[in-house]
Nanobody, 114 residues
Framework: VQLQASGGGLVQPGGSLRLSCVGF????????VGWYRQGPGKQRELVAI???????NYADSVKGRFTISRDNRENTVDLQLNSLQSADTGVYYC?????????WGQGTLVTVSS
């Protein structure tokens, strides 16, 4: 199983990015999918999760700014990041899992700075 994430980069405050994660060797339609992040000196935290039946949940800090989506035919999970703030800086990891199963992407760095 491999999850390949892309789309990170340097963006100014107020800007937007779109992260994408594609799964190899796994059918994401059978799992919850999500994005976590780890900021400088912080623990990894949940950003957004999209459950098997489509329910989406977000961290309070990103509600209204980030949108998670999945495409089961393309085996991808995306995260649209809008109105970015410096506090959003970190390494973003895609996640695919259910119960005791957990798979992680390699991480993609998002830096929000002027």
């Amino acid at each position: 199983v491999q999850l390949q994430a892309s789309g990170g980069g340097l963006v100014q405050p107020g800007g937007s990015l779109r992260l994408s994660c594609v799964g190899f060797g796994i059918l994401i339609s059978r799992y919850n999918v999500g994005w976590y992040r780890q900021g400088p000196g912080k623990q990894r935290e949940l950003v957004a999760i999209n459950k098997i039946l489509g329910e989406a949940n977000y961290a309070d800090s990103v509600k209204g700014r980030f949108t998670i989506s999945r495409d089961n035919r393309e085996n991808t999970v995306d995260l649209q990041l809008n109105s970015l703030q410096s506090a959003d800086t970190g390494v973003y990891y895609c996640y695919v899992g259910l119960r005791s199963v957990a798979h992680w992407g390699q991480g993609t760095l998002v830096t929000v700075s002027s």
